[in-house]
């Protein structure tokens, strides 16, 4: 199979030589191609071989596409997005062949693959272990792995999975954001633990 020539990507604002290469390996050969697929399933796409692309890559993907800068997405939009990837996944989950069996994180109301994925990389080995750990070091810690910053509705999905893995009520991952803008406000997110 031909190579694609990155250069089909230059003209499309938020896409450098590292995340040309990576659409590539994800399969996503030229502008045509992501903006036939979109940019949900481009960044599902993308994070399933590239599991360490975090959440401003999907909204790069939707910037370049809408032709504006990631950053100037408004945060409706990016709370579509990111409910639309959830959806995506849902819809287009890895073939139960290939999953590990019995994968009681996978089975948790708010983790779907790219999730999953993440609290792998983070050392999270079943809802058991989940349900001992801290939002807010899960958080930092994927930051610190990914050298990235993360959406703060990472952390929202964090809270709800480890609620979900404490107690087995199945909350939405948005139930938690009011308390993470509450101690946002406070001044006590990421300062010391959760209360």
Known sequence: ??????????DLANLGPRSRAQLENAGIRSVTQLRRIGAVAAYVRLKRSWPQASLNALYALAGAIEGVDWREIKRTRKLELLTAVEDHERAHRTPRATRPALDDLLALRNIGP????????????????????DADRLYLKLQRLTGAGQDPCVWDTFAAA?????????MPWWHFTRERKRRQSEGSFL?????
Not at 5 to 10: K, L
Not at 114 to 132: S, Y
Not at 162 to 170: L, V
């Open 191 to 195: 300062s010391g633990g959760r209360r």
């Open 162 to 170: 480890i609620h979900q893995a404490r107690t087995g009520e199945a």
């Open 114 to 133: 790219a999730m999953r994925a993440d609290l792998a990389r983070l050392g999270v080995r079943n809802a058991t272990h989940l349900a001992t750990l």
């Open 1 to 10: 199979m031909a190579r694609m020539n990155s250069h089909r990507f230059t």
